[in-house]
């Protein structure tokens, strides 16, 4: 493992763990663009939320504003407080935890909130007629997947309101990780409103809500409007009062516009990183920071010829991951050979040698071992990728240094929209790009969430990585309570997946790396979703 990524990755775990990041960015233009109204922020986001029930897809910057967790967590200091939770206990044997929920708390419609819409959130989640493809964050929930096989009903989950302020649930085992997942699932849900208008009951005209914001408006795939809502319980501290979430695809596209004035924070594309920092304006709005986000690419192992694992790590070797983030990215990405990111439990020290580094001639032996020397009669090879420009800058590096150093075939499929998910799961690639952000610090959301199969279609498991005894690592570490063993199971279940068996080939870390206008006030953590209920701006 190369010396300088060591220090990297400690460096980065020295800023999740101990550095505070809630920042005021401050630079260029100094009054928003529009100060004379409502506070109201510009924000990108790249595509367009399309499901905004909680319950029924993962939760994003638009969910996230609308409803409220049980409890928050604070990445940049490790720290857990209450939401929709004053406060909590746990059994002696860490089994049954019990919540109790916040009182004179309404929804948007004036409807006084209670544990039962917690319980319904919950139930909706495992519920088989969501077909929700976060069930199994709540796995370790009493009779969860039994309800989500649909062999028990969904009254049976072991999430119980004792009244109106008090909230049960009852785990299969004890989970460490458990509480702060709670964090990013779990919220209540107006059944009232879900059950009368179904799949529409998220629409501006219908929706309630219980979080900062509600939806006042929306063009799909134009612009979605967010008004600070009257009734949350900390509403007077919650100080934007409008938010445009204001959908460009393009990430060039978004750039200019915030130059123009229209965005107040993008991210900043890689062909503008060296202009931006170069830049005496530019380069004072400029903030890099780690996020807990892994990016890999998938093998298609279901068939030949990535169904030999030889063949496998020798595209794994061929990759110099190092190159790939000093000259291509060049935006504070750090190259890796493990899966799970740094500052999480079950991170993997670069120390430890886990994974299958750079190293051409090893890569070619590898090959001709596989029968296939100097990269003679390998069929061509389609790698895929959900298409933006970082995305592509990424996979045309990677299609040079597998022509150049296996001397194969490598065709380029870039793919837009919501097509590239349903093109994976078809397992039409060869290889394929693929990223996750945490949700909470701990291995088990990306171990369990990507790589169980049981988390996997029964299409899916055709052609991705998956074996039963790296389900069984996983399993066992759901449910360790000694952080030691957890760690150790942690450890087998990557070296498994990325050396042994090869199933993936981790590529990177990436940072944010954003410009801010000096007006808004961000807080910045390194989780996937960014809430704004504690943003401001400067009038």
């Known amino acids: 493992?190369?010396?300088?990524?060591?220090?990297?990755?400690?460096?980065?775990?020295?800023?999740?763990?101990?550095?505070?990041?809630?920042?005021?960015?401050?630079?260029?233009?100094?009054?928003?663009?529009?100060?004379?109204?409502?506070?109201?922020?510009?924000?990108?986001?790249?595509?367009?939320?399309?499901?905004?029930?909680?319950?029924?897809?993962?939760?994003?910057?638009?969910?996230?504003?609308?409803?409220?967790?049980?409890?928050?967590?604070?990445?940049?200091?490790?720290?857990?407080?209450?939401?929709?939770a004053t406060s909590w206990t746990v059994s002696d044997d860490g089994t049954v935890w019990t919540f109790d929920i916040r009182r004179d708390w309404l929804w948007s419609d004036g409807t006084p909130l209670t544990?039962?819409?917690?319980?319904?959130?919950?139930?909706?989640?495992?519920?088989?007629?969501?077909?929700?493809?976060?069930?199994?964050?709540?796995?370790?929930?009493?009779?969860?997947?039994?309800?989500?096989?649909?062999?028990m009903p969904?009254?049976?989950?072991?999430?119980?309101?004792?009244?109106?302020?008090?909230?049960?649930?009852?785990?299969?085992?004890?989970?460490?990780?458990?509480?702060?997942?709670?964090?990013?699932?779990?919220?209540?849900?107006?059944?009232?409103?879900?059950?009368?208008?179904?799949?529409?009951?998220?629409?501006?005209?219908?929706?309630?809500?219980?979080?900062?914001?509600?939806?006042?408006s929306r063009r799909v795939d134009d612009v979605y409007v967010l008004e600070k809502n009257p009734n949350y319980y900390d509403a007077d501290n919650v100080q934007i009062e409008r938010i445009n979430l204001i959908v460009v695809p393009q990430q060039s596209t978004a750039m200019a516009m915030y130059e123009n004035g229209e965005l107040d924070t993008v991210m900043v594309p890689i062909e503008d990183l060296d202009r931006v920092q170069r830049d005496p304006?530019?380069?004072?709005?400029?903030?890099?920071?780690?996020?807990?986000?892994?990016?890999?690419?998938?093998?298609?192992v279901g068939r030949a010829p990535f169904d030999d694992v030889l063949v496998r790590r020798a595209f794994a070797a061929a990759v110099d991951k190092d190159t790939l983030v000093s000259r291509i990215t060049?935006?504070?990405?750090?190259?890796?050979?493990?899966?799970?990111?740094?500052?999480?439990?079950?991170?993997?020290?670069?120390?430890?040698?886990?994974?299958?580094?750079?190293?051409?001639?090893?890569?070619?032996?590898?090959?001709?071992?596989?029968?296939?020397?100097?990269?003679?009669?390998?069929?061509?090879?389609?790698?895929?990728?959900?298409?933006n420009e970082f995305n592509a800058s990424v996979a045309q590096a990677l299609q040079s240094m597998w022509q150049t150093n296996l001397g194969v075939e490598v065709t380029l499929s870039g793919v837009e929209g919501g097509a590239y998910g349903s093109l994976t799961s078809g397992g039409e690639f060869n290889i394929y790009r693929w990223g996750w952000g945490m949700a909470?610090?701990?291995?088990?959301?990306?171990?369990?969430?990507?790589?169980?199969?049981?988390?996997?279609?029964?299409?899916?498991?055709?052609?991705?990585?998956?074996?039963?005894?790296?389900?069984?690592?996983?399993?066992?570490?759901a449910t360790a309570t000694d952080q030691a063993q957890r760690e150790a199971l942690y450890l087998q279940a990557e070296r498994l997946l990325v050396e042994e068996d090869m199933g993936i080939i981790p590529m990177f870390f990436p940072a944010d790396n954003r410009v801010t206008k000096p007006y808004l006030n961000r807080v910045q953590g390194p989780l996937m979703v960014q809430e704004f209920w504690n943003w401001t701006i400067t009038q």
Request: net charge negative.
């Open 1 to 84: 493992m190369n010396t300088k990524r060591k220090l990297l990755m400690l460096s980065i775990v020295a800023v999740l763990i101990i550095a505070g990041a809630s920042q005021a960015l401050a630079a260029g233009r100094s009054e928003p663009a529009a100060a004379a109204g409502p506070v109201t922020m510009n924000y990108h986001i790249p595509g367009d939320p399309t499901i905004i029930d909680p319950s029924a897809n993962w939760i994003g910057e638009v969910g996230a504003n609308f409803f409220t967790p049980l409890i928050g967590f604070d990445a940049n200091a490790n720290e857990i407080y209450p939401r929709g």
């Open 115 to 151: 544990a039962a819409d917690y319980e319904y959130g919950f139930q909706a989640i495992v519920d088989p007629e969501t077909a929700s493809p976060t069930a199994f964050r709540l796995s370790v929930i009493e009779n969860a997947q039994a309800v989500t096989n649909g062999s």
């Open 154 to 216: 969904v009254d049976q989950l072991g999430v119980r309101a004792l009244d109106d302020h008090t909230l049960q649930i009852t785990l299969e085992a004890p989970a460490s990780w458990f509480l702060v997942s709670l964090s990013s699932i779990g919220y209540a849900l107006p059944r009232w409103v879900r059950e009368e208008y179904g799949t529409e009951w998220t629409n501006p005209e219908t929706i309630v809500v219980n979080g900062p914001y509600t939806l006042a």
């Open 281 to 300: 304006v530019l380069s004072q709005e400029f903030t890099s920071f780690p996020r807990l986000i892994s990016q890999f690419y998938w093998f298609n």
């Open 330 to 387: 060049r935006g504070g990405e750090v190259a890796t050979d493990t899966i799970a990111p740094p500052g999480v439990v079950g991170y993997v020290d670069p120390s430890l040698g886990v994974g299958i580094s750079y190293d051409p001639a090893q890569a070619r032996a590898w090959l001709a071992e596989a029968g296939y020397p100097g990269g003679q009669g390998f069929p061509a090879v389609t790698v895929g990728f959900n298409f």
């Open 440 to 477: 909470y610090p701990d291995a088990n959301y990306i171990h369990e969430g990507i790589f169980h199969s049981k988390v996997m279609s029964e299409t899916e498991r055709t052609h991705r990585y998956h074996s039963d005894e790296f389900d069984r690592l996983i399993d066992e570490a």
